[in-house]
């Protein structure tokens, strides 16, 4: 019987030394990922913020264009439905249409996808420069 009793409790200890390491075996990779007090919903409306406060409305509706409506851009089919959605949501109550057919437009460019447009549509649209490959542009001619 001290035999049993003995292997239960070295068998307890086991387990309890197990899930304390993995426990903190899974903290450490938690914060290697990234911060755990920020999710990434939130991360993806903190971006956009600097372009809501330059619109000139807090309400209606701008075109919204990515590295997919560039011909001859590379882009991730796979993002771009997602981050559409994520999107409108992040600029919400301001309304995305696909397209740059409005006053005021959203563009999520790379560097080469931003250098061929501009190349085909020069002197229609101010930018306004932002960071993470966001610009927001201002049409000049109606």
Do not use: C
Request: net charge positive; charged share 15%.
């Amino acid at each position: 019987m001290n035999i049993r009793f003995f292997l239960q409790r070295v068998m307890l200890a086991g387990i309890v030394a197990a899930s304390i390491y993995f426990g903190v075996q899974n903290l450490r990779n938690a914060t290697v990922i990234g911060n755990l007090d920020t999710d990434p919903v939130t991360q993806w409306e903190l971006r956009f913020q600097p372009v809501k406060k330059l619109l000139p409305f807090q309400r209606g509706v701008i075109g919204y264009i990515t590295n997919s409506d560039v011909p001859g851009a590379k882009y991730d089919v796979n993002n771009e439905e997602g981050e559409y959605t994520l999107t409108q949501y992040s600029m919400a109550p301001i309304i995305l249409v696909r397209g740059s057919n409005e006053a005021w437009t959203l563009a999520i460019f790379n560097s080469k996808a931003f250098q061929l447009w501009s190349q085909s549509n020069h002197g229609q649209f101010r930018v306004f420069l932002m960071k993470d490959n966001l610009y927001l542009l201002q049409r000049l001619a109606p």
